[in-house]
């Protein structure tokens, strides 16, 4: 019963390095997100799916692309990493149906120098 | 604009109730209201929700006024593992699920 699968779990970067996050989920569920989290502070949404083949832009976007091809999978992209995206990454998903709970991934630790 | 608003920050000593306030400027009549919880770090964790019922579970009590702008989640007997930062988030099954800056319980020996 895996629930929400972040990999990887840490990853250093060098400054114009690009990196895919891959979140996976096995619960069927139509929503994925992902968040980040800088230190002492709330987690801010980056870019969002309500269904395969479906990308929407959260509350802080830029710098970021996603792409949702199956529907258990969400994939976050830096294209070109920059200091400023250092932080910790947290993926989730929801149903849209019953009790529509948010689970959560354990989270990818992202220093880019 | 619609606002959530919770405290900062609370103690609470060891064994005692944690009763962790929410208000909220309006919210719709399908909107549920539902608490997480973040402990250092970690992923978020469910807690519990409601739309107008008081609820329980093996973890918390939710408490909702009758307007619904108001709820308050009751640890009854609070632990040091319920040092966290606590979110109460309100959304349809239909809304993204969007953060506040919660509230970071600390929980006193």
């Known amino acids: 019963n895996a629930g929400v699968t972040q990999t990887p779990k840490f990853r250093v970067l060098k400054t114009g390095q690009s990196m895919t996050l891959l979140c996976a989920q096995d619960?069927?569920?139509?929503?994925m997100y992902w968040y980040r989290q800088d230190p002492g502070m709330g987690l801010r949404l980056i870019h969002y799916?309500?269904?395969?083949?479906?990308?929407a832009k959260g509350e802080v976007p830029d710098g970021y692309n996603v792409s949702r091809l199956k529907k258990q999978n969400f994939l976050l992209g830096l294209e070109s990493a920059a200091p400023s995206q250092t932080s910790v990454y947290f993926c989730?998903?929801?149903?849209?149906?019953?009790?529509?709970?948010?689970?959560f991934g354990q989270g990818t630790r992202l220093t880019v120098v | 604009d619609a606002k959530t608003t919770q405290p900062t920050s609370m103690d609470c000593a060891e064994g005692r109730a944690a009763n962790l306030p929410c208000n909220h400027s309006?919210?719709?009549?399908?909107?549920?209201v539902y608490w997480y919880r973040q402990i250092h770090s970690q992923g978020p964790q469910y807690i519990i929700h409601?739309?107008?019922n008081n609820e329980t579970n093996e973890m918390a009590s939710l408490i909702i006024t009758e307007d619904r702008k108001s709820s308050t989640l009751i640890l009854p007997h609070a632990t040091l593992r319920d040092t966290a930062v606590y979110y109460c988030?309100?959304?349809?099954?239909?809304?993204?699920?969007?953060f506040g800056p919660g509230t970071s319980l600390s929980v006193i020996p």
């Open positions: 989730a998903s929801s149903s849209y149906q019953g009790s529509s709970l948010a689970f």
């Open positions: 619960m069927n569920h139509e929503y």
């Open positions: 799916s309500v269904g395969e083949g479906t990308t």
């Open positions: 309006t919210i719709s009549g399908n909107e549920y």
């Open positions: 409601g739309l107008k």
């Open positions: 988030i309100k959304r349809t099954s239909y809304d993204k699920v969007i």
